[in-house]
């Protein structure tokens, strides 16, 4: 037996939840207003497309919550917060998978990852220039 | 072309991905033309910027997703599209990968990778082009090609047919895939068919004739030139050309049974009929020319006339003449020869032959023969006869004339000369009727019949008795007149007992002379 292997959740535990300020500056450097436009919208967007994708779950509409849950994948990684796309990954595949109950088990650590990435964005917006 | 100069279109729905997308490009020197994250406006935008290439997200907002945005650009704009998602699922990339599209790149990406698929995409767009642009000729080839061409299934389902097929089966090109080619032929075809696959399955191409019945009813010969298609060595069908020979067929036919015709006519002819090589090797006769020279049949006729110049006339010189007219004249026509038969018998013959290149433009000599043995014979009694005749006329008393149909004469004799007091070789140059009464008739031919005539420049009237005369085929080919004098036959009626009185000779010329002036 391989004793290497990790389950998803274990690999998610060790990704940074919240946005990776200095992996984020060195994409734009010396350009500080784009991470600003970019913190901005991940603030308004992503609590957004997590009120729809819970709003779906208990509509049971699973391919709405499938398609929320693979732009908030797509949003995390864009603003460098791997954790909150990995666990967006999972709730994606399990809705895909119609696996109403998997959803659920995911979706807790879902919430949890961006509760922290938006924490984190806001602390960084409001605070001196990152 | 230069990253600086290129010119993106961005489709992203996600606005803060298509922000951080956009800059990256920039920062990267490329030029972004336009941006959106609807499919719908993406295909406009991409008709109205035409940018170099376009960036598109799979999963977009509106109606129109990713890939059928980007299926109906590269389709109606031909424009390169690489696809950024983060759908890494198998069915994703089948899906998007199966529209031709020149990219896919999965997100999350770094800069080099994203510069990486967007040179690639190009590369991949312009060598599909290229592939597109070279089946498009082909295609046009194929389509253009005046032969029927199409694949087909060990089962005879068909995979592709060309137009020219199309028109043969009396079917759309577009509905012939799936249709089975069994459909189109008769039971006996349908075995061809297999029978050419089953041989086929061994690997060598080959042809067969079919008749194939297209959906109007129409039934055409066709000529099958198929070769087997393998895929991994394994026997999936095969491919062909299928050339139209209805015409080709027909005019076989018709040239089959011609030659039966003439074959026929050949066999039967009553005449002799011969071929042969420009220097007199003969190569072919017909039974009736092998009878009359009393060889068994052709075979052993041409076998044993190697010369048809020096071996086949009794006389060299005429052999020889034969030769010089044909080639001087390129024909000869009813010249008369004799010949030899098989066992040396010498026959007559009337013999015509022209020159005629044959089906490879050599020359060759065709002829008949006609045996005249008979009329000959006949001809010659003939001569002998009128021969007699000649010296029997001369020798008689009374003017006798031989005409034939037209009046012509043909013989006169001395009395008759005297009667006309003209030369006797001049008399043949007249005609009867010019030298006797006008109303002389020259139709009795059945028997003998009289009638009394007036004999010009003499003043005298004689009683005619025409006889027909026999030609030497006992055809009548005209009649012996013979004149005797009125008076004698006066001095018959009034029972005087000598012809020799010349007094009453003379006084009933003179009788019958007053009556006619009268």
């Keep these: 037996m391989n004793t290497d292997y990790k389950q998803p959740s274990e690999i998610l535990a060790t990704l940074p939840s919240t946005p990776d300020v200095v992996a984020l500056r060195s994409r734009f450097p010396g350009d500080p207003q784009l991470l600003n436009q970019l913190l901005e919208m991940f603030l308004e967007d992503a609590p957004a497309r997590c009120q729809r994708l819970q709003d779906a779950l208990r509509a049971q509409q699973l391919d709405i919550v499938a398609r929320m849950a693979h732009a908030i994948k797509g949003i995390g990684s864009t603003v460098e917060a791997p954790a909150l796309s990995a666990a967006a990954k999972a709730v994606e595949l399990a809705a895909k998978c119609r696996d109403e109950t998997e959803v659920v088990r995911h979706l807790p650590q879902l919430l949890g990852n961006l509760d922290a990435a938006l924490e984190q964005a806001r602390r960084l917006m409001e605070g001196p220039t990152p | ?518």
């Excluded at chain 2, 490009?25 to 490329?30: A, F, T």
């Excluded at chain 2, 060990?154 to 047919?161: E, L, Q, Y």
């Excluded at chain 2, 008769?186 to 086929?200: H, K, M, S, T, Y």
């Excluded at chain 2, 043995?373 to 009128?386: D, I």
Aim: hydrophobic share 40%.
């Design chain 2, 1 to 518: 072309m230069k990253r600086r100069s290129l010119r993106l279109l961005v489709v992203e729905d996600e606005r803060i991905t298509r922000l951080e997308l956009v800059r990256r490009l920039i920062n990267l020197g490329y030029v972004v033309c336009g941006q959106t994250g609807s499919g719908e406006e993406a295909i406009l935008l991409a008709a109205q910027v035409a940018p170099d290439m376009v960036l598109m997200d799979v999963t977009l907002e509106g109606e129109l997703d990713g890939i059928f945005a980007a299926e109906a650009i590269h389709r109606e704009l031909q424009l390169p599209v690489v696809f950024l998602t983060a759908d890494d699922s198998p069915d994703a990339l089948e899906r998007a990968m199966g529209k031709s599209i020149a990219g896919y790149l999965l997100k999350p990406y770094t800069d080099s990778e994203l510069c990486s698929a967007i040179t690639l995409g190009r590369h991949l767009h312009a060598l599909g082009s290229q592939l597109t642009h070279s089946e498009a000729r082909y295609r046009k080839l194929v389509e253009s090609l005046g032969e029927g061409l199409f694949t087909m299934d060990v089962s005879g389902n068909i995979g592709f047919a060309n137009r020219s097929m199309a028109a043969l089966l009396g079917l759309p090109a577009e509905r012939l895939p799936g249709r089975n080619m069994e459909d189109f032929l008769d039971p006996l075809g349908c075995q061809a068919l297999r029978d050419g696959v089953e041989q086929l399955r061994q690997g060598q191409p080959r042809q067969f004739e079919l008749v194939v019945r297209s959906t109007t009813g129409e039934l055409r010969d066709v000529l099958l030139s198929a070769s087997p298609r393998f895929a991994s060595n394994w026997f999936v069908g095969l491919q062909a050309t299928v050339a139209d020979v209805t015409e080709r067929k027909r005019t076989e036919r018709a040239l089959r049974e011609a030659e039966e015709r003439y074959r026929h006519i050949f066999e039967h002819a009553l005449v002799g009929i011969f071929h042969s090589n420009i220097h007199g090797r003969v190569y072919g006769a017909n039974p009736t020319l092998a009878t009359m020279l009393g060889y068994k049949d052709p075979g052993e006729l041409v076998a044993n006339l190697p010369d048809l110049f020096t071996m086949l006339f009794a006389e060299t010189e005429a052999g020889e003449t034969f030769r010089r007219r044909l080639l001087h004249f390129g024909r000869v026509d009813g010249m008369e020869a004799e010949v030899y038969g098989r066992d040396g018998d010498v026959l007559w013959v009337s013999l015509s032959a022209c020159l005629a290149a044959d089906s490879h433009g050599e020359m060759q000599i065709n002829g008949t023969l006609l045996d005249i043995s008979q009329r000959r014979e006949a001809e010659q009694a003939f001569s002998a006869s009128f021969e007699l005749l000649s010296r029997t006329v001369d020798a008689m008393a009374d003017p006798v004339a031989l005409i034939d149909l037209e009046g012509h004469i043909i013989l006169a004799n001395e009395a008759l000369s005297m009667a006309l007091c003209m030369d006797k070789d001049k008399v043949k140059a007249y005609r009867y009727q010019d030298l006797l009464s006008l109303d002389v008739d020259l139709a009795p031919m059945q028997g003998k019949t009289c009638q009394e005539v007036w004999v010009r420049g003499s003043n005298s009237v004689y009683l005619e008795t025409a006889t027909p005369f026999n030609g030497p085929g006992g055809q009548v080919i005209g009649t012996v007149r013979v004149l005797r004098s009125k008076d004698d036959v006066i001095y018959q009626l009034s029972g005087a007992a000598s012809p020799e009185s010349d007094t009453l000779h003379q006084l009933a010329r003179r009788i019958v002379c007053t009556n006619i002036s009268s």
